[in-house]
């Protein structure tokens, strides 16, 4: 499956010639456009707007959610069909112990869920931060070129995407300043703007940081948490 995300300014003039846009969108990553070379769409382009990431009560009485069921996030980095097989492989596990241990599934279920939520939570902001509309800022731009520029930063972010690395191992607060300093360095008629960033990074790890801390098995929730809605469209 190949897919393709716009803002939603531009939703007319996608809707106008789908093949024509989807095609275009394809051209604009030519590594991609190269594999796809030769290759027959076989099915109808199909289209999700108007969606929103969540994380929802998960578990109960002899129930559980997994997948994109009871957790969903931005598409950028796909990690939907791996989120499914990840969190499917440990409730198996809990399922059995509960049984095992003679009448205490509900309360495996229930720890279950709350692994989930700590597990997702990173991999949540992460896929938050990359599929955000809009040109990437001189900030970001400079992040991902020393990241593509370092061979173990490469593999790290490799790691990240499997599960083998949390996020704040990789997007160090050393690497954002090294990355700060190059893209004052690159874009100096941006320094308010990004110096602003900076402040705002620093203020959402900080709230992140804190909201992890605060999810956890003894921990009171909601039964559903609205992270964010993204005016975003994803054809494929």
Excluded: C
């Amino acid at each position: 499956m190949a897919a393709i995300a716009l803002d939603t300014p531009r939703r007319g003039e996608f809707d106008a010639d789908r093949d024509r846009g989807f095609s275009a969108g394809l051209a604009r990553w030519p590594e991609l456009a190269g594999l796809l070379a030769g290759a027959q769409r076989v099915g109808p382009i199909r289209v999700m707007s108007n969606w929103h990431g969540y994380f929802r009560q998960s578990a109960g009485t002899g129930w559980a959610l997994v997948g994109d069921a009871g957790h969903f996030k931005d598409f950028t980095p796909g990690q939907g069909i791996s989120d499914a097989l990840r969190q499917a492989g440990t409730l198996a596990e809990s399922i059995a112990a509960g049984f095992g241990d003679g009448g205490g599934l509900n309360a495996r279920l229930q720890r279950w869920w709350r692994w989930r939520d700590r597990d997702a939570q990173p991999m949540y902001w992460l896929a938050h931060d990359m599929g955000r509309p809009g040109v990437s800022t001189p900030l970001v731009t400079r992040m991902l070129r020393n990241i593509a520029g370092d061979a173990t930063a490469t593999q790290q972010f490799a790691e990240v995407l499997n599960h083998d690395l949390r996020p704040a191992q990789l997007f160090t607060v050393g690497r954002m300043l090294k990355a700060a300093a190059g893209a004052l360095r690159d874009r100096p008629d941006q320094a308010t703007a990004t110096v602003r960033e900076i402040g705002s990074a620093v203020k959402n790890e900080f709230h992140r940081a804190r909201s992890q801390r605060t999810t956890g098995p003894d921990k009171a929730r909601p039964t559903s948490r609205i992270r964010v809605h993204r005016p975003r469209r994803v054809s494929s």
